[in-house]
């Protein structure tokens, strides 16, 4: 790409932590996935975590998501001050944490639309009896909810055109644009996104990078993101810091020029000679 | 003709409770990909148990919303002590789970009614036939088609209007994704539950009626399965349709072809039509085409 971070970015302020994930274990059978990870987020930024195939990015993010059978050994998940560390992923999405999934988790068989409105749900107030027979309230309630996802969602997104289609029909790459919509619509405080440059080309990724930004800064969203992700072109461009994890420690912090720099991450994840590769642009 | 016009319209009305019992199977299958085989004897325990309140004295009516307030109660049980722990498990156990439920509850009614065969005493529904010009329709199969069917819609504007179905119907679709965007899976299952129980249930009340009950009832949970294949087992309305249809087969068979062919062919050549169907509609009529992108 040709852009520079700096171009990207606007000045915008980093607060205080709006997450805190203290000295979190998390064993598979006899493999230590998570190994005392602790790190912080803060509201605002964008952190970028990287590392090699295995290191346990995602398994932090299904720990902070929730999902079943990623409940930590041990240690704390702290959100907005809340310690969420056991609680079920629904009742994670009410507070605001919502997600991308590395693997096209869409409801395949509804339309775009429908997808996107679903996200919203949890916005809406209808109860079963206006919601059954759609009169007064409920009519106003989701007329207010789609128009906002028009002019919001499938504006920051660019997928007005696909409204109408059947989701599971559509590209790969419309798909993965869908899933942050999806995840915009829920107007989460913390957005985790699981390799959203995953199988894109490199125009997909121009445009993905772009709505993330618009994520993160535009006054409507003010998202705080978790990125995971490979590619160091972008993650080096967006990011406000970048941690490091291998095999499930984390062995950096800070600023991506920082990071980039060290000895152990080049040795780790980059491997010695590749030194080009970090330098994608 | 008369005849005919006979045997398809009493086919219609039984199947009218065949459509029930498929709506218990489809419901389940749909949200979780469990094929639940315990669906006769939910049937069975809703006869039952709307045979007991009967019994008590009570009026039918009563008794038919008693046994739904049990079933509710039943269903929640079973998802909380059998189906919840086995979450995120492969769907094969699960379906082994069930068919350990069935024998189970299978046995619980044989305790407690003994394995003897009881009817609804006195009769809920008049014995005289209705006339209409002349064709004969017994009263029984007329309102028992009326119960199932009043039954079946409020489940499906339930299925489909609400939001704890559309709930049902996300998680039904993609489980991660619907549990990251605020809805617990948990509640989804015991959902499921409740109205397959209440569907089955609502079958067994009426089914007894008309032949009696005993515990051979719940064979009728699996004579019911080509009616959900054919429908397409994860089409809500597509399992109606199939119950309905199912009805209609079950009759022509035994009155046009087991004269020829004496015994069982009332309730095989329902299964013969559904390995047709299979060859030529491996979905089923209503079923989600899966086209999956590579």
């Known amino acids: 790409m040709e852009w520079k971070r700096e171009e990207l970015r606007v000045e915008k302020e980093i607060g205080e932590p709006i997450l805190v994930v203290e000295n979190a274990m998390k064993a598979f059978g006899g493999l230590q996935a998570l190994n005392n990870i602790s ?8 952190l970028s975590i990287i590392g090699p195939n295995g290191a346990g990015k995602s398994v932090m993010l299904n720990c902070i998501n929730g999902l079943p059978g990623y409940r930590l050994d041990s240690g704390r998940i702290v959100f907005d001050g809340q310690d969420i560390t056991n609680w079920p992923p629904h009742k994670r999405a009410h507070i605001g944490i919502s997600r991308t999934f590395q693997k096209i988790e869409l409801f395949g068989g509804m339309t775009v639309l429908d997808n996107v409105k679903l996200g919203r749900h949890m916005k809406m107030n209808t109860g079963w009896w206006d ?39 559509l590209p790969y790459g419309v798909q993965k644009r869908i ?77 991506p020029e920082e990071v980039q720099n060290k000895p152990e991450v080049i040795r780790a994840y980059l491997g010695e000679v590749e030194e080009t590769y970090i330098t994608r642009r | 003709m008369v005849h005919f016009t006979e045997i398809v319209i009493t ?12 709506l218990g199977w489809a419901i389940i299958f749909k949200t979780s990909g469990v094929i639940n085989l315990a669906t006769g004897e939910l049937t069975m325990i ?55 439920i069935s024998f189970a509850y299978k046995a619980i009614v044989a305790l407690i009614w003994g394995a003897d065969t009881r009817v609804f005493s006195p009769p809920v529904f008049p014995l005289e036939p209705l006339m209409l010009g002349p064709i004969h329709i017994s009263q029984v199969f007329l309102y028992s088609f009326l119960v199932a069917g009043i039954m079946m819609a409020v489940l499906i504007y339930f299925f489909q209007r609400t939001r704890t179905g559309l709930a049902m119907q996300a998680t039904a679709d993609d489980e991660m994704a619907a549990r990251s965007m605020g809805i617990p899976a948990s509640s989804v299952y015991r959902w499921t539950w409740i109205i397959a129980f209440m569907s089955c249930g609502i079958a067994g009340a009426l089914l007894g009626n008309i032949n009696g009950l005993n ?37 022509l068979g035994d009155a046009y072809i087991s004269p020829f062919f004496p015994g069982g062919v009332k309730t095989t050549f329902p299964f013969l039509v559904m390995l047709i169907i299979m060859l030529w509609k491996p979905y089923g009529f209503w079923g989600w085409i899966k086209i999956e992108r590579m």
Do not use: Q
């Open chain 1, 39 to 46: 790190f912080e987020v803060r509201r605002g930024e964008i």
């Open chain 1, 131 to 169: 919601g059954g027979i759609y009169w007064g309230k409920a009519v106003k309630e989701e007329a207010k909810h789609r128009k906002w996802i028009e002019e919001k969602v499938f504006e920051t997104c660019e997928i007005e055109i696909y409204r109408n289609r059947i989701t599971g029909m």
């Open chain 1, 179 to 255: 899933e942050l919509a999806r995840a915009l619509a829920m107007g989460p405080r913390l957005l985790l996104l699981d390799e959203p440059m995953a199988g894109l080309n490199l125009e997909e990724v121009e445009d993905m990078t772009r709505f993330i930004l618009d994520a993160n800064e535009e006054k409507e969203w003010n998202c705080t993101i978790i990125l995971v992700e490979h590619d160091m072109g972008v993650v080096m461009d967006i990011s406000d810091r970048v941690i490091v994890f291998d095999w499930g420690a984390k062995i950096a912090d800070g600023p």
């Open chain 2, 11 to 22: 086919g219609l009305l039984v199947g009218g409770i065949y459509a029930a019992i498929a």
């Open chain 2, 46 to 100: 809703g006869g039952y148990t709307c045979f007991a309140l009967y019994s008590f004295g009570l009026p039918f009516i009563a008794a038919l919303l008693g046994m739904l307030v049990i079933a509710i109660l039943v269903g929640i049980l079973t998802e909380r002590l059998w189906l919840r722990p086995m979450i995120g498990e492969p769907v094969l156990s699960v379906i082994m789970v069930t068919v350990g």
């Open chain 2, 215 to 251: 515990i051979s009832i719940s064979y009728l949970g699996l004579l019911v399965l080509p009616a959900v294949v054919i429908g397409g087992m994860n089409s809500i309305p597509g399992a109606v349709a199939g119950g309905l249809i199912i009805g209609v087969l079950e009759n």
